[in-house]
């Protein structure tokens, strides 16, 4: 993007644009748990004492994998969204201080473009895990790996962008460059 092209960013279309981009990262394991749910309810097999589906001969790793990238995928979540951040952030400040921006609206396009980076791989990161617990759930016919995705889409949840948290990481970053 042109400088510019930052110094027109406005935070309520910028918000905006992350609303649409995080509910289409939701729907998107919505619709494909919709679709695990058809396929492996439509098949049900008889289930085992303790209310179990019988998982299909040593499938069961791949659950287990999956609850493991699940572990991972949020504390990343939270980990690598905070890096790209501060190192973004950093960025805006070494453009500050040495002068090479064309005035503080770019500086603040240029944090919301972080912030906006911030989210997706926040965001990204869960999807992943979720998508791969559904594959497990498919493949093992268990609810354990569903019941993770739920947990997930939770985590989604509090990664989803609002005013107040765009509003709040914006007035920490300014702070901070000031």
Not at 53 to 60: C, I, L, Q, R, T
Not at 129 to 153: D, E, Q, R
Not at 163 to 172: F, G, P, Q, S, T
């Amino acid at each position: 993007m042109t400088p510019e092209q930052y110094a027109a960013m406005e935070p309520e279309k910028v918000l905006r644009m992350m609303q649409i981009i995080a509910g289409a990262l939701i729907a998107g394991v919505l619709s494909f748990a919709g679709v695990a749910s058809f396929i492996v309810f439509g098949n049900v097999r008889a289930a085992q004492p303790g209310g179990q589906v019988p998982a299909a001969g040593g499938s069961e790793i791949i659950m287990y994998m999956a609850m493991g990238f699940a572990v991972v995928g949020v504390v990343m979540s939270f980990v690598m969204s905070n890096l790209v951040s501060a190192n973004g952030v950093k960025g805006v400040a070494k453009m500050a201080q040495d002068g090479t921006s064309t005035g503080p609206k770019e500086l603040f396009g240029r944090l919301l473009g972080v912030a906006q980076a911030k989210m997706i791989i926040a965001m990204a990161l869960v999807e992943g895990a979720a998508f791969f617990n559904l594959i497990a759930f498919m493949t093992t016919k268990s609810l354990i790996p569903f019941a993770i995705v739920a947990g997930l889409l939770a985590v989604m949840a509090i990664h989803f962008p609002t005013k107040m948290k765009l509003a709040r990481w914006l007035e920490e970053q300014q702070r901070e460059l000031s």
